[in-house]
């Protein structure tokens, strides 16, 4: 099928004007000017978006499909508050609501021209939801628990998950991976056995340094977050909990318990980190999700993004919790980070549109490791593709589709997702075999569960 746009952005060059892109057998094998294309491939299926962008499509370096059905639920609440909260909320849904709830998830994201998540997740649920809707993604078995005792129990569980999952899924789109639980959440011994185990390679990934009070606990042994985790976890009436100051930083804190040895580590967050932090990260080729909105929802602060990126750290962009951000938008999401980057930062470290778009897609794929197969247009990568509407009265004209995507688009403006080849949404319509209907009447039931 050749695809053709009035811009195509293959992301690892230079935006095409007139451009097509010829996909056959579920992967790009050629990219180029249409008027070529189509003299090249005379017989070949032609669909044309016309004043629209074709382009990669967008890897979210960092969600929790699962928690789709708690957005809106505590919206006004700072990170710790709004964390003990939901984990509370949490326990009142079943394995079949946290499948339909990532189903929301996966619905959204092919919506939204995401064709790949990075999903931290205790249950297998959003595998199920990615399985079942076409989504390509890496799904991290997470694992924690706070006493030393349960520690090995724990780790031997996820291990054993771990090779279920990976043998019921396909392999070609589907990629498991494992993730210590948050620092304040997890013995120290959780992240010395992660380390051990993914030495082989395992992808891991793993919050860190994201909130004040995660920083506060670690370094000082003393943010309200850890008393009341304590409280909420051992019942109220308990003494002060049995933790101490490390007096290091979060990110110093896990290199010391080995996790920053392993090859393939994903660090999600990063906000409260110092120059000897960017420093350890950078030695150890340890890639960044950067989830500006959500960081910015539960006012956790702002990444050091241009730090990242002049340490030649990995870094792609995540959405993180629908629980957070509500809408799992990746064009909100670009602009918000954009915005924020350029608001605190200088005119050395400037941010471009195009840059964020790198982000969103290439930078993300690099960031999880996947960029042989996705990330951008290039001949021989899987046809992970999107097509965005830009012919609306808010975008005309369009001099530069970067900046046009960047700063006037949204989830509403995409034409097409799709993933190995196959369009699974068509601006209108998801063509997989999903009853939507059915799923959009077991949110309202849970809505009704959560709500009390
Ligand atoms: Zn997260």
Not at 299 to 323: H, N, Q, T, Y
Not at 402 to 416: E, F, G, K
Request: charged share 25%; glycine share 8%; net charge negative.
């Amino acid at each position: 099928m050749l695809l053709c746009a009035r811009y195509v952005l293959p992301v690892s060059r230079p935006h095409i004007e007139n451009g097509a892109v010829l996909v056959r057998d579920g992967k790009i094998v050629d990219v180029g000017y249409s008027t070529k294309l189509k003299t090249m491939y005379p017989g070949e299926e032609t669909r044309d978006f016309g004043l629209a962008a074709l382009m990669p499509g967008f890897v979210d370096a960092h969600t929790h499909m699962q928690s789709s059905v708690m957005r809106g639920l505590i919206s006004d609440a700072p990170y710790a508050a709004w964390n003990l909260l939901l984990a509370e909320k949490e326990k009142l849904l079943t394995y079949e609501d946290r499948v339909d709830s990532s189903m929301i998830g996966a619905l959204e994201a092919i919506k939204s021209g995401i064709t790949t998540v990075a999903d931290i997740t205790h249950s297998d649920a959003p595998l199920t939801a990615a399985k079942l809707s076409g989504l390509r993604g890496i799904f991290y078995r997470e694992v924690g628990t706070l006493e030393r005792s349960e520690v090995e129990g724990a780790l031997d569980q996820a291990f054993a998950d771990i090779e279920t999952w990976r043998q019921k899924t396909d392999s070609e789109k589907i990629e498991i991976g494992i993730a210590p639980a948050p620092l304040f959440s997890s013995h120290p011994q959780v992240f010395k056995g992660v380390a051990e185990y993914a030495a082989d390679g395992t992808p891991v990934a793993c919050h860190l340094a994201g909130s004040r009070e995660e920083y506060e606990f670690i370094r000082y042994g003393s943010s309200p977050f850890s008393v009341h985790s304590r409280e909420q976890e051992r019942g109220f009436g308990i003494d002060m909990p049995p933790w101490l100051a490390t007096g290091v930083s979060p990110v110093r804190y896990v290199l010391n318990w080995g996790l920053l040895e392993v090859p393939n580590l994903l660090a999600i967050h990063c906000v409260q980190v110092d120059d000897d932090d960017i420093d350890k990260l950078a030695e150890h080729d340890v890639a960044i999700a950067v989830c500006s909105r959500c960081n910015a929802q539960l006012a956790m602060g702002v990444a050091p993004l241009s730090k990242f990126i002049e340490a030649d750290i990995r870094v792609g962009l995540g959405i993180d919790s629908p629980a957070a951000t509500s809408s799992s938008d990746p064009l909100v999401e670009m602009r918000i980070a954009l915005l924020l980057q350029r608001a605190l930062g200088s005119r050395s470290d400037f941010f471009s549109a195009t840059q964020m778009v790198r982000l969103a897609t290439l930078g993300a794929a690099e960031a999880l490791r996947i960029d042989d197969k996705v990330g951008s247009l290039d001949i021989g990568k899987c046809a992970d593709i999107i097509a965005m509407d830009l012919s609306n009265s808010n975008q005309a004209p369009t001099h530069d589709p970067n900046s046009a995507i960047v700063h006037t688009a949204t989830q509403d403006n995409i034409l097409m997702t799709m993933i190995g080849g196959e369009i699974l949404y068509d601006g209108r319509n998801h063509l997989h075999d999903v009853d939507i209907q059915r799923v959009f009447a077991r949110a309202e039931k849970m809505r009704l569960k959560l709500k009390g």
